[in-house]
């Protein structure tokens, strides 16, 4: 198909005003010429289509042909070019079988419309792209008489589809993974379901040798044994990867197994011991944090230690350490069971294998990571855009958001070949251009 469309554009200054470039460039923009030649070239390419069918209009002998004109019906239309009102023809096979639609368009063997829906992909896109940072009702806003937006309900809509599609797609990138760590994390989000306050969501993602991340699960309102059977299934995970995440019981549980073991984050060591130590209400805030204190300088001196020593392959230094900042830990542990703080030395005692997990890997020329920062940064992103006090959300809206907002966040060539694939870019290649501009004393 071929369509050429000739314009003629006359522009003018008063003689007595200078104008600057960025007024220029807006009164071009708001004069919709790229939304009026995309409808000329629309109407221009339907006209064609139908002339094939069923002859030019008004010539002699077009009522015995096959196909016959039906009139037109207009199309709205809204794209990242304008808003468009198209008038687009109808065709009628009179040789259509009886159980056969005999209506029906031509232009829509050239040009696909997306469905019965007035913003197309494009600008449909733009605005979920705008709703993953402002809320629905600042992204409604955002066109600011530039671009048209859709509805806040209509964003909304297009969040709950593109993330579903979105998550559709993830599935079928990491299906046969075979990832050996893992970051895990939850949080809540308070929601609009009347039983119940909050949604609880559940973060994973994968960190690779060059500390790369993959988000390989979000969900909303599941359990961690679904995140991890679900993963399973599709062999995501290998069968002795390294997890590593806080000490959240249902998460370790899903997760480890005799040979998956588990990295406990050191930053949260500190944190749960001193809430640990109040809980047993052994001892005074001065001596509470001498003890934390004690804990943490153990195990970030093993931290050193296994980063000063594993370029060097130095793995008896490591060893060694290994063994002095246990046997340190087991030793506290007692101390604190004899002085009436059980708790604190029940959770030391039971969560001393995942705390020198990273240095026992080490030793064995595995990297594990220390710290679960990267999905602790993936919730900061939720916390961003999901964790207002004012926002409320259903599972279905908020397990979209976040589908879209951590795959860009995590992910983001992965979010724009979603993105390339959704808005069908791979057909540009199939459309040849050419645009010349005749100027008074100006250059072709």
């Known amino acids: 198909m071929h369509a050429e469309i000739n314009v003629r554009f006359e522009f003018s200054i008063d003689d007595d005003k200078t104008v600057p470039l960025a007024a220029l460039g807006e009164e071009l923009t708001e004069q919709n010429i790229e939304a009026t030649v995309l409808e000329q070239l629309v109407a221009s390419l339907d006209e064609q289509l139908v002339e094939a069918l069923c002859g030019e209009k008004h010539a002699r002998g077009n009522g015995d042909e096959r196909f016959q004109r039906r009139g037109t019906k207009q199309r709205s239309a809204v794209t990242t070019a304008g808003e468009h009102d198209l008038d687009l023809h109808y065709v ?66 297009r969040v709950k589809e593109y993330g579903s599609k979105l998550g559709d797609f993830l599935h079928d990138q990491i299906d046969g993974m075979n990832a050996d760590t893992i970051l895990a994390d939850g949080t809540k989000c308070h929601s609009q379901d009347d039983a119940t306050a909050y949604n609880d969501v559940h973060v994973t993602l994968s960190q690779d040798e060059d500390d790369a991340t993959t988000l390989l699960d979000v969900s909303v309102d599941d359990t961690w044994e679904d995140t ?59 001596e509470r944090k001498q003890i934390v204190s004690e804990v943490a300088n153990d195990l970030f001196h093993l931290k050193n230690s296994v980063e ?137």
């Open 92 to 157: 009628k096979d009179t040789s259509a079988d009886p159980d056969e639609d005999a209506y029906f368009r031509p232009i829509e063997d050239v040009i696909s419309f997306d469905g019965q829906k007035q913003y197309q992909q494009d600008i449909s896109f733009q605005s979920v792209d705008l709703a993953t940072d402002l809320s629905y009702r600042d992204t409604a806003d955002h066109g600011d008489g530039i671009l048209s937006m859709p509805s806040r309900s209509t964003i909304n809509r």
């Open 228 to 286: 991890a059977t679900a993963l399973d299934e599709i062999e995501t995970v290998t069968d002795d990867a390294r997890v590593v995440s806080d000490a959240e019981e249902g998460l370790t549980e899903a997760f480890t197994t005799e040979e998956r073991l588990h990295q406990l984050d050191l930053v949260h060591v500190p944190r749960t011991t001193s809430y640990m130590l109040w809980q047993d209400g052994a001892f005074s805030l001065d």
């Open 308 to 444: 000063k020593h594993r370029p060097n392959e130095e793995w008896a230094a490591i060893r060694a350490r290994i063994a002095t900042t246990t046997q340190r830990i087991r030793h506290l542990a007692w101390q604190l069971d004899q002085l009436s703080s059980p708790k604190t030395a029940s959770y030391l005692r039971t969560w001393l294998p995942s705390m020198t997990l990273f240095a026992e890997e080490a030793v064995d020329g595995f990297e594990v990571p220390w710290t679960s920062n990267p999905v602790e940064r993936a919730m900061g992103e939720v916390s961003k855009r999901c964790k207002n006090q004012w926002m409320r959300w259903t599972a279905a809206g908020l397990e979209a958001m976040l589908q879209l907002r951590l795959v860009d966040y995590a992910n983001p060539e992965q979010y724009q070949a979603f993105k390339h694939e959704l808005l069908q870019r791979s057909t540009k290649t199939s459309i040849r251009c050419e645009f010349s501009v005749e100027a008074t004393r100006g250059e072709l």
